[in-house]
Structures are given as structure tokens and as C-alpha cells.
């Protein structure tokens, strides 16, 4: 069973940067798919970034595109943050599912592991 831990979160100002990481544990061998989402209060779970590890590919939401950079290494999992925005604020989850196919998905159930969640808290 794919279990995932976060850590990185934390108070930056507005226009700052944090890199989350995400460690994997649980898969053994084989392809997965891993993802951001975020929840701001009173909001719900928004996909903001994926990757396949089968090759490579990612998918961003719209607004983080260009700012925001999802990647892995062996078995951990990053989230680059830039140019950081008080929209940006939320509760930030790792998520990731065994998957060997060419595309991912910004839908949180296709994900069957979660987080316990990072937050991220960006002063204007």
C-alpha cells in the first residue's frame, strides 16, 4: 500500500518560494502517477499539479502554470513554488496511485493515496 508523508510547508511572502517534498513508501516496483492538490478554507480539494512516472509527463492547473514545477526523484516527490501568490494558500497534499500510463489527471479520485497535508500560508 502506497503511503505518502509531506513536509515543507511553512509562511512566505508574497512573490517568495517553497519547494515541498513528498516521500513515498509502499511500492515495491512498477509505474505510478503522483499529484498536488491544495484546499484553501471553506474550499474544496483542487488539483494543482500531476506526473506520470512512466514518462515523465505532467499536467498543471491553469493557474500555477509557469510558476509551479512538479518532479520526482527515486521516491520522493517535489512541488517547486514561485512567484507565490495569497490565492497560492492552502493545505497542500501529496496524492498517488499505481499507474503505467502515458498522461495524469488533476481529479482527485483517481487517487487512492493521500497525505496528511503541509500548509502553506502566503502573506500579501
Known amino acids: 500500500q502506497l503511503q505518502l508523508v509531506e513536509s515543507g510547508g511553512g509562511l512566505v511572502q508574497s512573490g517568495g518560494s517553497l519547494r515541498l517534498s513528498c516521500v513515498a513508501s509502499g511500492l515495491t516496483s512498477g509505474y505510478y502517477a503522483l499529484g498536488w492538490f491544495r484546499q484553501a478554507p471553506g474550499e474544496e480539494r483542487d488539483g494543482v499539479a500531476c506526473?506520470?512516472?512512466?514518462?515523465?509527463s505532467t499536467k498543471y492547473d491553469g493557474s500555477v502554470e509557469g510558476r509551479f514545477t512538479i518532479s520526482r526523484d527515486k521516491s520522493t516527490g517535489y512541488l517547486e513554488m514561485n512567484a507565490l501568490e495569497p490565492d497560492d494558500a492552502g493545505v497542500y497534499y501529496c496524492?498517488?496511485?499505481?499507474?503505467?500510463?502515458?498522461?495524469?489527471?488533476?481529479?482527485?479520485?483517481?487517487?487512492?493515496?493521500w497525505g496528511q497535508g503541509t500548509q502553506v500560508t502566503v502573506s500579501s
Open positions: 506526473l506520470s512516472t512512466s514518462d515523465g
Open positions: 496524492v498517488g496511485t499505481r499507474y503505467s500510463g502515458n498522461a495524469c489527471w488533476l481529479s482527485s479520485a483517481r487517487f487512492d493515496a
